[in-house]
């Protein structure tokens, strides 16, 4: 006999707050679990303790594999609410036929829980510098952004020497953006000012420009020619970063990058959109200098009992099996460096990523800090071997709203090119 899915109330569901036994499954989209309102409920953000588990990756053949990685497991009962009835039901009839026995529904998360201020829920605190699709779709269509009145908005379309990328199919009214305009290939870190301050006003960016970023994930027969990683949304969140540095006040990435904006089904242009200059940048440059740190300062940090580098690299990296690129030749890691495991190799961020490329949800990538004893209550700066990998985990604690967040811009590239400087190989004692 087939078990029956349960429909629960609100009093059940507060009964299995931080219960290990109940698991809460959010099978909105990621931006609703996020924090974004996207059916005009009264608070954003998820059920404490909800897993998110998007409708949407159902279609997926290797479904039960995510929810496996998730740590769902069938000796828990399953609690699944969404928006729509029809789809948290359709998501617990998959838990069923997985085998998972106790499985129950909550129909009332709109009207009834996130109406409810003293019912307990969490969100990213930053989320909103996270967008997805509608919401810059909004934009384009309406010239009206939601949730804010600045009336000076550039989409950057974000590449590494691949014109062609934007050229082939890009969201309307995108520009292009070079990542090389924002970083100097001789060392991968970050350009001086005086340049930062030209190539940004040549895209048309001052200080008080919201910026949209986004980038394709690519897969190019060559990986060892994009450093950091073969996929160009990863170049879009550093743009974000160096954006940031720089004093730009208002910038936002693409949630899934271009693949969402496909996802969507909404138009794409091949149009090349020309950029319009501006004159004046309006601030100092950098702005915010805080979010670099480089060599010198790396080095004071590792000496400190309030700070931590964080390598944001591969085990083979971190270990000083590779060197993770073509154009390193010494193999190693910075000693006393803390390991930060991006994934498989140079090119690959999955463990900060969901299957569809959106940014993994954040409990998730806090709970792999917190197992390697990254906290938020020190100074942390990100790197890995060129910096992008480096920007988008630093990317994701801004977001989280931690402190003290920078990137080392150097990372292993600059470290290893000095002999003077030290470095160990080998599994860490």
């Known amino acids: 006999m087939t078990p029956k899915i349960q429909e629960l109330t609100a009093e059940d569901i507060k009964k299995s707050l931080n219960n290990p036994e109940i698991r809460l499954i959010d099978v909105r989209p990621t931006e609703a679990y996020n924090g974004w309102q996207l059916k005009k409920e009264k608070r954003g953000g998820h059920i404490k303790g909800a897993k998110s588990l998007p409708f949407k990756w159902s279609n997926y053949m290797d479904w039960i594999e995510i929810v496996r990685a998730k740590e769902i497991t069938p000796k828990q009962k399953i609690i699944v609410y969404g928006y729509s009835e029809d789809e ?26 996130s109406a409810n201020p003293e019912f307990p829920m969490e969100l990213l605190a930053k989320h909103k510098n996270l967008v997805y699709p509608n919401w810059i779709k909004n934009i384009i269509d309406t010239g009206k952004p939601m949730s804010f009145e600045n009336k000076k908005v550039v989409i950057c379309h974000a590449h590494y020497r691949n014109r062609d990328a934007y050229l082939s199919g890009h969201i309307p009214g995108a520009i292009d953006i070079d990542t090389l305009a924002l970083e100097a290939p001789e060392t991968w870190n970050r350009r001086s000012p005086e340049e930062l301050e030209k190539a940004l006003l040549q895209h048309g960016i001052t200080a008080d420009t919201t910026v949209i970023l986004y980038g394709k994930f690519l897969h190019p027969d060559n990986a060892d020619d994009f450093p950091g990683s073969a996929a160009g949304h990863i170049g879009a969140i550093r743009c974000a970063f160096i954006m940031m540095y720089a004093g730009v006040k208002d910038v936002r990435v693409l949630n899934g990058g271009f693949q969402s904006w496909k996802d969507a089904g909404f138009e794409i242009s091949t149009k090349d959109v020309e950029k319009i200059p501006e004159t004046d940048f309006g601030a100092k440059i950098p702005g915010k200098p805080e979010l670099a740190v480089d060599i010198e300062e790396a080095k004071e940090m590792l000496k400190s009992d309030d700070a931590d580098l964080i390598s944001v690299r591969s085990w083979a990296e971190f270990i000083g099996e590779v060197s993770g690129y073509n154009y390193i030749e010494k193999k190693g890691r910075i000693p006393g460096a803390v390991f930060g495991n991006c994934g498989t190799d140079a090119y690959h961020m999955e463990n900060y990523r969901n299957p569809d490329h959106t940014t993994r949800e954040f409990h998730e990538i806090e709970k792999i800090w917190k197992d390697a004893g990254i906290t938020q209550n020190k100074h942390l700066a990100f790197y890995c071997g060129t910096g992008w990998r480096g920007s988008e985990a630093f990317y994701n604690a801004w977001l989280m709203a931690w402190p003290r967040v920078s990137v080392f811009d150097g990372g292993w590239f600059e470290w290893s090119n000095d002999p003077n400087n030290p470095f160990e190989t080998g599994i860490p004692e």
Do not use: H, T
Not at 89 to 113: H, M, Q, R, S, T
């Open 88 to 113: 948290a039901k359709k998501v617990a009839k998959l838990f069923l036929k997985a085998n998972y026995p106790d499985v129950g529904i909550y129909n009332k998360f709109i009207e009834e829980w």
